[in-house]
Structure formats: C-alpha cells, structure tokens
C-alpha cells in the first residue's frame, strides 16, 4: 500500500471512530429504553453491544440521498439489533406465544362481529376462561419480550431497511408508508386508556412505573393495559403481520 492510499485508509478509519462515538449516546438511550420492557436476566450491556453492532451496519449502508436522516435510519438499525439479540435468547413457554396467539384471535373476532373495541370480559367469556385468567395472560405476554410496539413495528421496520436503499421503487415505498399509516391509525382507534398508555411510554418515553403513576393504577396493571393494547393491534393489523409471525416469536 502506497502513502497516500495508507493516509486515506487511516482517515477513514478515523471518520469512523468519530461517528460511533458520536452516536454511541443514542445506542444507550434505545437500550435503556427497551431495558424496561425486558426481564431482569436481559443486560443493559448486551442491548449496547448489539446496539453497537446495528450502528455499525447503520454507518456501511446509509443512503444520505433516500431522505430519511442518518438518527432515523440509525436508530431502526439499532432496535432490530437488539431485538434480533432478544429473540435468539427467548426464554418464553411456547404455552404463553400460543395462548397470546389465541387472545389476538378472540379480539379479531368480537370486533368483526360487534363493529366495536372488544372488552376484557368479552375476550374471557369467548376464550371460556375467568377475567383473572384472562389477566394472568396479559401478565405472561409482558413478560414475553415481544409484545411491544418495536417488535410490531418490525413490520415497518422491514419495509424501510430494505427499501431506504437506492432499489426502492414507487410501489415498494408505497407498501412502507401504507402500513406506517395503517399502524398509525390502530394506534389512534384504541380504547381511550390504552391509547394513552401507548402514548407515554412511546412518544413520552415513561416506564410503567411513572404511567402507574400518572393514571394512578399500579405498574402490573399498567403492564396488563400495554399488553391488552399490543394484541389488540396485532388482531387490527393481521393483514400486515401474519406473514411475518413466526412460533418461535409469537
């Protein structure tokens, strides 16, 4: 290698260096964020260190002209790593997938048949188990890991890695936006506490204990109200999800 092909190797090298720890902040704050949502065995320094990883293929594959900006690009890279890192530990029954599969399914179907936001009860009643049943699936599924809206949101999350780069078509970036547009608007026809719910712990960023806080119920409740919203939208965005769900996740 020449001087001036070394030199140029060199300042690459540490352009770089600069740009991981230039965003090496937002790769903590994602997985602080998500930390709350996992059990205690998942370790902060784990989600970093994939974190680390997805910034890493953020910086290789970043396309500045497709619009999007590098946080945004980054950020999606950053959350399917750690998730990706989630999912090859997964230590949930496949009881507990199975019976939130079932729960997903009862939503659906009350909500074809009465036009309206199914109720926990209605939910029990067509599962033919007791509301305390019922709740202790709730609890099972927030203890599952993937039940959030960035593991929903992986959908989305597909469609824009795959199509930021140069190959993106009309049609291709038409799919993404449709289903940004069809989850935004999921989100926006859940049942009022539900709604809220979703919105301070996504868009304020609070963790279950300060919602409990705010709506003056207790966190395991708050747990209860997060996991009956994310099935509930998994049953609103069947069309969108069921070719991506897979057993080992759902």
Known sequence: MNGAAMYSSVQAV?????????????VKRIAYHLLGKLPDSVLVDDLIQAGMLGLLEALKNYDNTQGASFETYAGIRIRGSMLDEVRRSDWTPRSVHKKSRQVTEAIKEIESETTQGATSVEIAERLN????????????????????VEELAQTGDHFIEEYAGSCAGPEDILK??????????????LP???????????????????????LNV????????????????RSRLADWTEGNDNDAVF
């Open 176 to 189: 993404k936006d449709n289903f940004q547009e069809a989850l935004a608007g999921a989100i926006e026809q």
């Open 218 to 233: 207790s966190e395991s409740r708050v747990s209860q109200i997060s996991s009956q919203a994310m099935l509930r939208l």
């Open 192 to 214: 009022e506490r539900e709604k809220l719910v979703v919105s301070l712990y996504y868009d304020e960023e609070l963790n279950l204990r300060e919602i409990g806080e705010v």
């Open 14 to 26: 540490g352009a770089v260096d600069a740009q991981i720890m230039q965003h090496a902040p937002l």
């Open 129 to 148: 188990i007791s509301l305390d049943e019922y709740n202790k699936i709730l609890k099972d599924t927030a203890s599952s890991r993937f039940f959030s």
